[in-house]
C-alpha cells in the first residue's frame, strides 16, 4: 500500500497559484516530520520545505519564502503545500515525504538539506510553470 500519495500539480502560469496534496496512511501517518521536495529536469533534488507537527514548525528554502506555506492537517492525515506567486524556476516534480528516524525539531529542519537514510517518499506530482 501506497503511504504517501501526492495529487494536485498541474500547469500555471507564472504568477497563478497551486495546492499540493499527500495523503498519509499507515506508518507515515504516525511520523511527526514530514516535507516536500522538488527535482527540475536535470537537476538535483532540493528541499522545499519541512514541518515538524509536535511544535508546528516550518522551514522553508530560502527562494519559496513568503510564497509557499506547508501545512498538516491531523484530521485527515494531509499535508498540504500552498504555491502562490509562482514562477518559471518552480518547475519540477514535487515528492512529498515523511521522516522516520532522527525525531526532533532539529533534525526535522536539518532534513531539508539532508533527509535522513529512512526518509519515504511519495510517487511526485508534476508541476510546471509557463513562462
Known amino acids: 500500500q501506497a503511504q504517501q500519495v501526492e495529487s494536485g500539480g498541474g500547469s500555471v502560469q507564472v504568477g497563478g497559484s497551486l495546492r499540493l496534496s499527500c495523503a498519509l496512511s499507515g506508518a507515515a501517518s504516525a511520523r511527526s516530520c514530514m516535507g516536500w521536495f522538488r527535482q527540475a529536469a536535470g537537476k538535483q533534488r532540493e528541499g522545499v520545505a519541512t514541518?515538524?507537527?509536535?511544535?508546528?514548525?516550518?522551514n522553508y528554502r530560502d527562494s519559496v519564502k513568503g510564497r509557499f506555506t506547508i501545512s498538516h492537517d491531523t484530521i485527515t492525515n494531509t499535508i498540504y503545500l500552498q504555491m502562490d506567486d509562482l514562477k518559471a524556476e518552480d518547475t519540477a516534480m514535487y515528492y512529498c515525504?515523511?521522516?522516520?528516524?532522527?525525531?526532533?525539531?532539529?533534525?526535522?529542519?536539518?532534513?531539508?538539506?539532508?533527509?535522513?537514510?529512512?526518509?519515504?517518499w511519495g510517487q511526485g506530482t508534476q508541476v510546471t510553470v509557463a513562462t
Open positions: 514541518y515538524y507537527s509536535i511544535t508546528h514548525s516550518a
Open positions: 515525504a515523511t521522516v522516520g528516524s532522527l525525531p526532533g525539531r532539529t533534525n526535522c529542519a536539518n532534513a531539508l538539506l539532508n533527509p535522513p537514510q529512512k526518509t519515504y
